[in-house]
């Protein structure tokens, strides 16, 4: 049975994000470079994406309530629970990450399953830095990535 997505569109000071998802949960979020053609709205992606817009109006530093409904592996979902788990404002690189999700020595990995999150924001993949602290890469752009960390060690 093949499943049917809505999608919804917020603006961010960052760009545009696409959310979507169904009754069963939100399936991903991404940041998108251009305005979508027709900024849509779906009544099942109501509270995160209301969530989304207080995240970056400052008035929100976790996310909760939320159905989340995706693929992952048990390593990946391990993981991202133990990242979901890191404090608004605050960092870890991927190798305390792994420490943290039970799979110490696995950075590498670590940063794979970060390549691949469903979930950007929701899932602070941004929260994570190389080794060296440096701000290494992110998925949707460095700039990006230092704009969600600035915007949250000063809120």
């Not at 251009?34 to 400052?58: M, S, V, W």
Request: glycine share 8%.
């Amino acid at each position: 049975m093949l499943t049917t997505y809505g999608i919804s569109h917020i603006e961010t000071p960052i760009g545009f994000l696409e959310v979507q998802g169904n009754e069963k949960g939100i399936a991903s979020i991404a940041f998108i470079d251009e305005r979508p053609e027709k900024i849509e709205t779906h009544n099942d992606l109501q509270a995160c994406t209301d969530q989304l817009k207080e995240y970056f109006d400052g008035k929100r530093k976790r996310f909760d309530s939320l159905a989340l409904h995706f693929g992952a592996t048990d390593f990946q979902q391990s993981v991202w629970d133990s990242l979901m788990d890191v404090p608004f404002g605050e960092v870890v690189t991927y190798g305390e990450l792994a420490k943290l999700a039970g799979h110490e020595g696995a950075a590498r990995a670590v940063g794979t399953a970060m390549n691949v999150n469903p979930l950007p924001i929701i899932i602070p993949c941004h929260r994570v830095l190389p080794a060296d602290r440096s701000s290494g890469e992110y998925a949707f752009g460095v700039d990006r990535k230092f704009w969600l960390l600035q915007h949250e060690t000063t809120k």
